[in-house]
């Protein structure tokens, strides 16, 4: 697992599960689900980088998710 991911590849990986960028606060990068009843799914940025270990959580929760 890299040390950290782009955060253009969190972006298409939402993308590709029907989940779209909401709104930025700080940060952090707000997701929703267009349509659902979903919680949003926050995800932190660092100098347009994403933690590797938040990087693998978000992989699963979107694999799970089908």
């Not at 689900?33 to 660092?46: A, C, F, N, R, T």
């Amino acid at each position: 697992m890299p040390d950290q991911v782009p955060f253009s590849e969190i972006l298409s990986l939402f993308e590709s599960h029907g989940w779209k960028l909401k709104r930025t606060y700080g940060d952090h990068r707000i997701f929703g689900k267009p349509g659902s009843d979903d919680l949003p799914y926050w995800v932190e940025v660092q100098g347009k980088k994403v933690d590797g270990y938040n990087a693998e959580t978000i992989k699963k929760f979107l694999e799970q998710g089908e």
